[in-house]
């Protein structure tokens, strides 16, 4: 009965007219009429829907022997409608009105053994309803799905699609809906994406959703039909509105990315909240995403945090992984590494490459956990298996660098190929340098050239910083000083922190470019806020020597303590120097030995070689000739002139050593071989020596 021609008022009439039948028709036998009633209250036909009143006339209907009551009765229990869900006695209304023929009720008792895993009982009462003279196209479609899952029947998807198609043929828009699913995409058929597109338009003009959005891909991207987006869009639009979720999400990631729309965020997240409130995890990240990002507006952390909790309880990966970086970051949130580990082994132990490697670095670092290399380790090769890039290359590090001395240079250029393969710059440029310093590999200096220019055409700035330093040198290309300059520019631009002082250096000594110390400072500035010692060293110098600025001790003795602080031997000397000879700090002889003895102790000859001057001479410490003997020692075996002469003259005068003549002028012609001035005076007999010479 079709009410959509009643009046207000007809309405009215109904609603009165049903009352007072009603009253009539209780206790009677009017087994048809009651179910009528029935299914008005049930389809809200002329009264206000009511499941308990639609339960009740057709329970009247049913104890009459109503076989359509009698189903309609066990669809109510079964589906709770109305009443508290029983499946038993669900059940026994079905069989009632089965065992009359009812095809619809032997139907829904087929599929209640189904679900209990009776698939001969299923079998045998789709079946019945197939046979009946009004056949049910579920029942149908039901032994088709047998057939497709090899349930009550050997899988036989030939004899599937017959069972699909008789249903389809009955109008069964499921029915149309599988069998296109199954052109699609060739499965139980041969692919035929035309046969695909006519199954889904027979079931997209019966208004099924997952058909028009399935029909809405064909007309995407050409496939069994003309390419038509507009036609896409409208299909995909149309399944939507009904509710789809696959759709209102799609539809929202076509909004946001632009994809065959004009790009329009706030569409897009209309689509991905109407997904998101059905409970779509995709549609929760997505604008998760969208909040954290800023896209099309301000950035929102706390509700990008929001949408990704809400997904990430669902069990979205990739949801589980962001908020374990939104904790580790602490953006919009206090950082938590535990919490930033607890979400990142979530989504880890769901495969998630990403979270992997996460989980790897927070064990190396002791972030969140205590250190552990060999768990550390692990987890980056669980990521690397898997394909990500940087764990690949960092299993290339943990190979190359290993702490244990146990370097495997071949095993490392394994995983940086497979990392490098997929364009990753890091290991690129790392085979570079296995390729250029002959690591695991013969040294190719031309091959190491290769890898560099493919790091540096993606601007990883050590590889254009190698370059340059090839080209400087001749290695694997011609000697040439200007393309040099020009890639130590470009490397110094991507923030090679080694670049931006090579060109400090090159301003400051007038090499290759003109002169210009305050060019030179501003990059050793540069190099410096990163970190680079020598920079820090430079700047200390300039400021020492008054170049391109007023000459300034106090400054220059502040940037070379923050050189010497990060453990730069040099600047340890220097630092020494300035405490030694009072320049910019009070003369302090204990604080320049202290400086003189770090420096040595990393090998500095002229720290060596400064310690013995100091103990010599008693200043700082007391006089002792067998230590400066010691310590001439050490910096003259380096090939330090000075240190050579003065370990000279102690053996000639017997201080602190046994006097020998022969090995006095053994290390006096050694120095003298160097240039030094009163050692060659000394060889040549035009001056004598009375002390140590610096």
Known sequence: MSTCTITLVENINVKTNCHSHNNNMRGQRYPTSQNNVGRMYENGEGVPQNYPKDLEWCLEAARHGNVAAQNIVGVLYRDGKGVERNYSTAREWFVKAAYQGHSEAQCNLGRMYYLDGDYSKAVEWFIAASKSKDPYAEALFNIGSMYCEGRGYQQNFSKAMNWYKKAADLGYAKAQLIIGVMYDRGEGVDQDHIEAADWYSCAAIQGCAMAQYNLGFLYRYGRGVDQNNSKALELFTGAAKQGLV?????????????????????RAMSWYLKAADQGSSDAKFSLGMIHETGDGDAEDYQMAKKWYLEAAHLGHVAAQYEIGTIYFRGKGVAQNHQMAMEWYKKAAGQGHAAAQYCVGDMYSNGHGVSKNTFEAAEWYLMS??????????????????????????????????????????????????????????????????????????????????????????????????????????????????????????????????????????????????QGQTDAMCNIGAMYFAGNGV??????????????????????????????????????????????????????DISSQYTIGVMCQEGNGVPQDDQKAAECFQRAASQGHAAAQWSLGLMYKRGQGVSRDIKIAKAWIKKAADQGHDAARAYISGSNTATGAST
């Open 384 to 529: 690397a298996e898997q394909g990500y890039a940087p764990a690949q290359r960092t299993m290339g590090d943990l190979f190359l660098f290993d702490k244990d001395d146990h370097n495997d240079s071949s095993e490392a250029m394994g995983w940086y190929l497979k990392a490098a393969s997929q364009g990753d710059a890091y290991a690129q440029c790392k085979l570079g340098l296995l390729f250029y310093d002959g690591k695991g590999v013969p040294k190719d200096y031309r091959e190491a050239k290769e890898w560099f220019f493919k790091a540096a055409n993606q601007g990883h700035a050590d590889a254009l910083w190698n370059i340059g330093q090839m080209c400087e040198n001749g290695q694997g290309v011609v000697e040439d000083h200007e393309s040099a300059i020009q890639w130590f520019l470009k490397a110094a631009e991507h923030g090679c922190a080694d670049a931006q002082c090579r060109i400090g250096d090159m301003y400051c000594t007038g090499e290759g470019v003109p002169q210009d110390y305050r060019k030179a400072m501003e990059w050793f500035v540069r190099a410096a806020d």
């Open 246 to 266: 696959e759709a209102q999400y799609y539809l929202g990631v076509m909004y946001q990315n632009g994809d065959t729309v004009t790009r329009n965020i706030s």
């Open 550 to 603: 007023l000459q300034d001790y106090q400054k220059s003795m502040k940037s070379y303590l923050k050189a010497a602080d990060k453990g730069h031997a040099a600047a340890q000397f220097v630092v020494g120097g300035m405490y030694h000879h009072g320049s910019g700090v009070p003369k302090d002889y204990k604080k320049a030995m202290e400086w003189y003895i770090k420096a040595a102790k990393q090998g």
